[in-house]
């Protein structure tokens, strides 16, 4: 297996040469998540975030609606020169883990489900995504580093 790695990085560089693609052939290798602070309440979120995504930007705005049961409502958007898309949700603050589900669903696409992972002092976050093709461009993710602003 180890000797198809060279002509598959190839193929993978004229692939990507032509269709001017390179970010879907290399990914970024994923940065480990904070620890998330199960301590942080919901009304100590800040409510603008923004951070390189795997491909791209991604910009994240909350606000939040009830912070004793951790409702927000989000903005979860992405953007490089090759897509962009964006999801409107209501979320769950939970433990550490913001939960966004879409706010309208998409018919007949797949369940999407967006985690943000809070770190302790609610200044850094990691976005991960699950099914959420249908709200974005194919080279995009939900997937990334976000800074408190």
């Given at each position: 297996m180890a000797g198809l790695e060279k002509p598959l990085r190839s193929v993978c560089v004229l692939f990507a040469s032509v269709l001017s693609a390179l970010p879907a052939c290399w990914a970024q290798a994923?940065?480990?998540a904070p620890a998330a602070s199960a301590a942080l309440p919901a009304s100590r979120l800040?409510?603008?975030w923004d951070g390189p995504a795997l491909v791209g930007q991604l910009r994240l705005r909350l606000i939040v609606l009830d912070a004793?049961?951790?409702t927000v409502a989000a903005a979860l958007t992405v953007g490089s020169p090759q897509c962009s898309g964006g999801l409107?949700?209501?979320g769950?603050?939970?433990?550490?883990t913001l939960v966004l589900k879409p706010y309208r669903p998409e018919p007949?696409?797949?369940a999407c489900e967006v985690?943000?992972?809070v770190d302790a002092n609610g200044r850094?976050?990691?976005v991960s995504e699950t099914g959420c093709g249908a709200y974005r461009g194919a080279a995009c993710v939900f997937e990334g580093q976000l800074q408190a602003r």
């Open positions: 994923p940065v480990p800040a409510a603008q004793e049961r951790g409107d949700s209501l769950q603050w939970q433990q550490g007949d696409a797949a985690r943000v992972r850094q976050a990691w």
